[in-house]
């Protein structure tokens, strides 16, 4: 069990700019989700897939951001015309079917300059 | 609509009890989980409740009232690296996670 993996970790870019993130859950998790968390705040839920399928996506989020899990493994975050209010830790949890819990990924800090 | 609420911030001295409140209204109830997070790291879990009562687990128990949309955990026999942020968070109807803002424990000598 390595855990879920977050790649990058850290991504600076220019205000305009598109972004993806990748994340690689535990692998015997059929679930997977997105969350973006800002300082002194908790994390804020973005969407979440079972298996491949997006289940559900946050009415808070706009239509530059756009998430897919294609094979139900490992899933994409993009970000497109990044704003300087896109700037905080994007975090991707994965959980098998039922009432477990969520074991989250280390992050990546996303920095709109 | 979904709100849940808890304090900010909490100061306890250590070796001491704390209680943390979370009170919540959502739309649909699967469980309510608690989770901690130092600074800079990714959260991780503590407890799960979903039935009313208490669960214990070492120093830290947890308690859920879903009549009353309420539940606490309990820190006992504090230590300085008890000093973090701790997330009360409920599973929806649709098994999505929805966290509350947080309360920023700070632990005393």
């Known amino acids: 069990d390595t855990g879920v993996s977050q790649d990058p970790r850290h991504k600076i870019t220019k205000r305009g700019q598109n972004v993806t993130f990748r994340c690689d859950p535990i692998s015997e998790h059929n679930r997977l989700y997105w969350y973006r968390q800002t300082l002194g705040q908790g994390p804020e839920f973005l969407t979440y897939f079972q298996n491949e399928a997006q289940l559900e996506k946050s009415r808070l989020l706009s239509d530059r951001f756009s998430a897919e899990r294609p094979k139900g493994s490992f899933s994409t975050l993009e970000i497109q015309r990044t704003e300087q209010g896109d700037s905080a830790m994007y975090l991707c949890?994965?959980?098998?079917?039922?009432?477990?819990?969520?074991?989250f990924g280390n992050g990546t800090r996303l920095t709109v300059t | 609509g979904q709100n849940i609420d808890q304090p900010t911030e909490m100061t306890a001295t250590e070796g001491a009890i704390v209680q943390i409140n979370c009170t919540y209204q959502t739309s649909g109830f699967n469980g309510l989980f608690w989770y901690q997070q130092h600074a800079g790291e990714a959260p991780t879990f503590l407890s799960y409740?979903?039935?009313?009562g208490l669960e214990e687990k070492g120093r830290f128990s947890s308690f859920l009232s879903r009549s009353k949309g309420y539940s606490y955990l309990l820190l006992k026999e504090l230590q300085m690296k008890d000093s973090a942020s701790y997330l009360c968070?409920?599973?929806?109807?649709?098994?999505?996670?929805?966290f509350g803002k947080g309360t920023k424990l700070s632990v005393k000598p």
């Open positions: 949890a994965s959980s098998p079917q039922g009432d477990s819990p969520l074991h």
């Open positions: 409740n979903v039935l009313d």
């Open positions: 968070a409920v599973r929806g109807s649709q098994g999505n996670l929805i």
